[in-house]
Nanobody, 131 residues
Framework: QVQLVESGGGSVQPGGSLRLSCTAS????????IGWFRQAPGKQRDGSEA???????????RYADSVKGRFTISRDKANDAVYLQMASLEPDDTAIYYC?????????????????????WGQGTQVTVSS
């Protein structure tokens, strides 16, 4: 069974950058549509709104308002990975970050989300932004 694996997290100071990777264990990425999500400390993981999504079949991307202009999602087909380049990181970005397949990118607007209910989350990768 293919499982998505997140990596690339770490501890950075405010204003710093990180690049997260989403790859597949046991196969290839199972979908053209991949999204990134996060779970902040003390909050539940929520698949109803992704931070960023990409549909590599047509190149469409979507970003939540909270990360627009700071985060960039991309697909690397050669390495079978989806990246989340994060810049200008803020303490509020501190969270465990997850990726999920088969996300929904509506025809308009900026929102994208996991097909509910999504229960096959990976281990995630921890991002800590602190001075």
């Amino acid at each position: 069974q293919v499982q998505l694996v997140e990596s690339g997290g770490g501890s950075v100071q405010p204003g710093g950058s990180l690049r997260l990777s989403c790859t597949a264990s046991g196969g290839t990425l199972p979908s053209d549509r991949i999204g990134w999500f996060r779970q902040a400390p003390g909050k539940q993981r929520d698949g109803s709104e992704a931070l960023a999504c990409i549909d590599s079949s047509d190149g469409r991307t979507r970003y939540a308002d909270s990360v627009k202009g700071r985060f960039t999602i991309s697909r690397d087909k050669a390495n079978d990975a989806v990246y989340l380049q994060m810049a200008s990181l803020e303490p509020d970005d501190t969270a465990i970050y997850y990726c999920a397949p088969d996300v929904v990118l509506p025809p308009s607007g900026s929102r994208c989300y996991a097909i509910a209910p999504y229960n096959d989350w990976g281990q995630g990768t921890q991002v800590t932004v602190s001075s």
